[in-house]
Structures are given as C-alpha cells and as structure tokens.
C-alpha cells in the first residue's frame, strides 16, 4: 500500500494514536531502572496503551507476540519482550505503534540506563541530531532521497555505522506503507512525498559496521560485529513548508 494524502478526519486520528505513544514513552521512562525485565516493561506499555484509549497496532503484526519492540545493547530493532534483566549502562530502544479509530502512528527511541559512557552519550546524540536532519527535509514535493541524504550525512559526520538493511517509511493506515524512505541517499532522487502524506523517518545507526545479522527468534535484528546501537523515529505530517510532528507531546 503505497501511503496516501489523509483526510481532515484521519489526520485528526492519527494525532489522537500519536499523543497515545508519546505519553507511553514518558510513562516508560519513568518505569525503566537496573533489575526490571523487557517483559515487565511491555506489560506496563500494554496497560497505559489501553488506559489512553489505543490499540496495540503490533501485537500480531506479521506474528510478532507482544505491543512494543524492546532492543538492548547490540540489538537494533525488533527485540522481544521477556525475561531479560536491564542492567546499568545498558542502551535500551523502544519501538511502539499504536492505533487510533484505524488510524496508526510509530515512534522509537533509545535511553541509557544508569550511568553511561562517554561514547553511548554521543551515539545518542547522533542519532537524534541525523533524524532531526532528515525532518528539516520535509515540505510538499520532498524526495526520499532529499530524507536520505540529509539523514546520511549527519551520520557520517559523527562516525557511526549506517543500518542500510533497515529504512523509514509512510505510515498511517498499515504499520509500514510504502515508499521505503532510506537512511541513505541522493538527493534529487526517489519518490516524491506531498503535503498531507505521514511519513516515518527512523535512523538506526551503531558504533561500529553497518550490517546487521537475524536472531534466532525470527525477530530481533542485531549488529553483526557486536556494536551498540540506536535508533530514534518519529510520525510526520508533510506540511506545505515543512513537517508537523505526530508522535511528540
């Protein structure tokens, strides 16, 4: 499904499911400490989805068997909630859709836990500075490419490894709707995005190589070198000048 212009009504919805992960992510934070378990922390997400009035859009997405991806340390994405201890200094990312009347809204971010390093501060950093990058793009008639290169380029300016396997993409009535938006790109070049599209721009990036390996679940998708990583996404409404975005508060 290629992503749509929204209606006023859909728009409006989309809005409603992207306040709903906003508040969860705060709510997280305040839930996340050394010796709580992922699992203990989805459990958490799922009641405060609900309590908002959302519908935990992943659960069963393709068969994955929990609301939120969970991914510490070396994994990028797709991690599954569980009996996984979170300890000091560990890099936790969250992933979360959450539906509202039909309409679906995906946000992600990553946080330390504890003390952390120098180096896990700045790939933090980083990635927030390449994701803001890749929304200062954003206008009617943007190219995905436009995202790319600006998302690209504030990467590589702090060292770290791309995920190239793993992209941004349009959002809205389907988790993932297409154009494919890259974390990498040319611009000039790609699929042209106009006002009214919501979007997902998501970096993932690492402190080390940029290839990924699959776990042995089907599901949580790791750096193959071993490298911490992060990823940082939010929701955005293409305006006609810029980007509103869905999934702050």
């Known amino acids: 499904m290629y992503t749509k ?13 992207g306040q709903i992960i906003a508040l ?4 997280l934070k305040g839930q996340v400490e050394v010796g709580v378990t992922t699992k203990y922390l989805a459990d958490h997400a799922k009641k405060e989805i609900h ?30 909630p569980g009996a996984r201890v979170i300890e000091n200094g560990d890099l936790v990312s969250f992933d979360l859709c ?20 120098g180096a896990k501060r700045r790939l933090l950093k980083g990635t927030q500075d390449a994701l803001e990058a890749g929304i200062n793009t954003l206008h009617d008639g943007v190219k995905t490419g436009d995202i790319g290169a600006a998302v690209e380029k504030a990467m590589t300016r702090h060292g770290f490894g791309i995920v190239r396997d793993l992209v941004g993409h349009g959002v809205g009535h389907g988790v993932h709707e297409e154009p494919d938006i890259p974390n990498y790109g ?7 995005l106009n006002e009214g599209m919501t979007i997902c721009i998501e970096p ?3 402190l080390g190589g940029d290839d990924v390996v699959m776990g042995r679940d089907g599901w949580t998708i790791s750096t193959s070198d ?7 996404e939010h929701t955005l409404l293409i305006t006609k000048d810029s980007a509103e975005i869905i999934t702050s508060l």
Do not use: W
């Open 186 to 192: 040319i611009a000039g070049t790609g699929r042209v």
């Open 204 to 206: 993932m990036s690492t």
């Open 5 to 17: 212009v929204k209606t006023a009504n859909e728009i409006s919805n989309i809005r409603v499911s």
């Open 51 to 80: 309590r908002l009035g959302g519908d935990t859009a992943l659960l069963g997405y393709e068969g994955f068997p929990d609301v939120i991806c969970i991914s510490v340390n070396d994994e990028v994405v797709h991690g599954i």
């Open 226 to 232: 071993g490298s911490l990583s992060a990823q940082f």
């Open 98 to 117: 959450v539906g509202y009347k039909g309409m679906i809204a995906d946000s992600a971010f990553t946080m330390i836990v504890g003390e952390g390093t």
């Open 24 to 27: 969860v992510f705060e709510y």
